[in-house]
């Protein structure tokens, strides 16, 4: 899969996710055959205004290439100035958020926000900005519209299309759907009919077949993952998830090594042990593997849980 300049090995990719999809996630799913990984969304004003704990999020080493950054906001110029701050760094992909249906990002006109009638001028001047300020392929994710009665992702891909982005990603829910119902495939399709550019599509695969069955049925390029990556890799590589734990291991173990080196464990302790419990999903005495993990008081002890269950 191509976007403008930038091949992929494979048109599976991880999206971001906020809270999950940090440097030792992203690195492990590489490993297991995303063919691109997408940081956490980052706020524009956090990287323009010079933010520590935005700073952090841009962490990236060689192995995790090709890698893009996903960048949310409202005002096209602080858009554009974020772009070229990323741009400076090791980063092959610009991606912008114009679909994340969190209420205290959509109150500030951000995300989904973008897709109202009375913001449809302001997302296509983020993106021209965004365009004119890196040199790195351009991306826009979002939905399929506000609500039931105003589906315009195929006209919003046109809008993007023409104010430069190189492709774009489509979760097919509306914002008042949130992450509930169905993902409608019917939207793709017609994203997938009304541009040039390449379609990604997203919404609702929770295993490998799954992306092949929507790339077959709406046509588009390649598919995004999210919440079906978590505690399943596996969603990126044909044989799926092993149903026994004694499979499961050594992925977890290495997800563990990743963050043991790429993290700041100490402060994320919470953060890494939330991962791994999700690995033990249909495993018989998961719910006690999962009490024994949350105790832990540090990752030498989770390190010991995962030992004692070999």
Not at 149 to 158: K, L, M, S
């Amino acid at each position: 899969m191509k976007i403008d300049t930038l091949v992929l090995e494979n048109p599976f990719i991880l999206a971001p996710l906020a809270g999950y999809t940090d440097l030792a996630f992203r690195l492990l799913c590489r490993e297991m055959g995303a063919g691109l990984v997408v940081s956490e969304m980052i706020s524009c004003h956090g990287l323009v205004y010079g933010q520590e704990k935005t700073r952090l999020m841009l962490q990236t080493v060689p192995a995790e290439r090709p890698w893009a950054v996903q960048l949310f906001g409202n005002e096209p110029e602080l858009m554009g100035q974020a772009a070229a701050l990323v741009s400076k760094r090791p980063v092959d992909c610009i991606d912008m958020n114009m679909g994340c249906p969190v209420r205290k990002v959509i109150k500030k006109g951000s995300g989904a926000a973008l897709m109202k009638t009375e913001n449809l001028h302001t997302a296509e001047k983020i993106i021209q900005a965004v365009v004119a300020n890196t040199p790195c392929p351009v991306t826009v994710k979002f939905r399929s519209g506000w609500n039931d009665n105003t589906i315009i992702a195929p006209e919003f891909a046109q809008m993007a299309e023409s104010a430069g982005a190189a492709a774009v990603t489509v979760h097919a829910r509306t914002w008042t759907q949130q992450f509930g119902g169905k993902a409608d495939r019917r939207v793709i399709a017609a994203v997938k009919q009304a541009v040039n550019i390449p379609v990604i599509g997203n919404g609702d695969i929770l295993c490998y077949e799954d992306g092949l069955e929507m790339m077959k049925e709406t046509g588009c390029d390649g598919v995004m993952i999210g919440r079906g990556a978590l505690g399943n890799p596996w969603v990126f590589h044909p044989q799926g998830m092993p149903e026994n734990l004694a499979d499961r291991l050594p992925v977890i173990r290495r997800y563990l090594e990743l963050a043991s080196e790429y993290l700041d464990t100490e402060r994320l302790l919470f953060r890494v042990k939330n991962h791994i419990c999700r690995y033990f999903n249909g495993v018989h005495g998961a719910s006690e593997i999962r009490k024994q993990i949350v105790d832990s008081p540090s990752l030498q002890e989770v390190a010991n849980i995962l030992d004692r269950l070999a």
